[in-house]
């Protein structure tokens, strides 16, 4: 167990909808990072948080977007789907900053 | 910009036969450099890493890495493989650069298969 909680393991939806991806940080630990792992494109960093504040922007779609909050739980906001989306979503913590990071269990979306 | 090739995309073992997966980066600045392994249906679980130092890293479950500077290569050794070394693994740096944020940039990933 990493200590990366990640909600939910599954989501299934159509395109055209939105989806909010929702995951825990390890206690302490303020850098959350999002990573999408798909069979074409392998594992792309979309976008990292530290602290509240985003901190870089990796591969991330217009249509994609996320947020930190106070209590350090990030949110993956995810809109106007479409059928290429669908993919396994990580999202990892870490305190270092260097690359050393636990990662959750993964929300598999599909649309459909 | 930063770049990871991981050479073989499935590697097939006999079981306490020794393997080798094969990384090489690409940077224009230092790097740290990273082994990660996914088991089925589970996240990814960090094997070892490489910050600097001694260029031969020991990780958990028996494995060890090298970094090679020269050749810009980072490959994945163990003597013995267990049926429960198969999983997928995957080679990650990020950038030792003054922006350096710890995003990991992945090699497309080796499905190590041990076989009995």
């Known amino acids: 167990d990493s200590g990366v909680t990640q909600t939910p393991k599954h989501l299934i939806t159509a395109t055209g909808q939105r989806v909010t991806l929702r995951c825990s940080p390890r206690s302490g630990d303020l850098s959350v990072y999002w990573y999408q792992q798909s069979l074409d494109q392998g594992l792309q960093f979309l976008i990292q948080?530290?602290?509240?504040?985003?901190?870089a922007k990796g591969n991330i779609l217009e249509r994609f977007s996320a947020q930190q909050f106070p209590d350090l739980h990030s949110e993956l906001n995810l809109s106007s789907l479409e059928l290429g989306d669908s993919a396994l979503y990580f999202c990892?913590?870490?305190?270092?900053?260097?690359?050393?990071?636990?990662f959750g269990p993964g929300t598999r979306l599909t649309v459909t | 910009a930063q770049s990871v090739t991981q050479l073989d995309s499935q590697v097939p073992v006999f079981e306490e036969a020794p393997v080798e997966l094969r990384c090489n980066y690409s940077?224009?600045?230092?790097?740290?450099l990273f082994w990660y392994v996914q088991y089925p249906n589970q996240g990814l679980q960090l094997l070892l890493k490489?910050?600097?130092?001694?260029?031969l890293v020991k990780g958990i479950n028996g494995f060890e890495a090298e970094f090679n500077k020269s050749q810009t290569s980072f490959h994945l050794r163990k003597p013995s493989v267990h049926i429960s070394d198969t999983a997928e693994y995957f080679c990650?740096?990020?950038?030792?650069?003054?922006?350096?944020?710890?995003?990991?940039?992945f090699g497309q990933g080796t499905t190590l298969q041990v076989k009995p």
């Open positions: 940077s224009s600045v230092s790097v740290y």
């Open positions: 990650a740096v990020s950038s030792d650069g003054s922006s350096n944020t710890g995003k990991l940039i």
């Open positions: 990892a913590s870490s305190t270092t900053g260097i690359g050393e990071q636990y």
């Open positions: 490489y910050l600097s130092g001694s260029t």
């Open positions: 948080y530290y602290n509240g504040e985003e901190r």
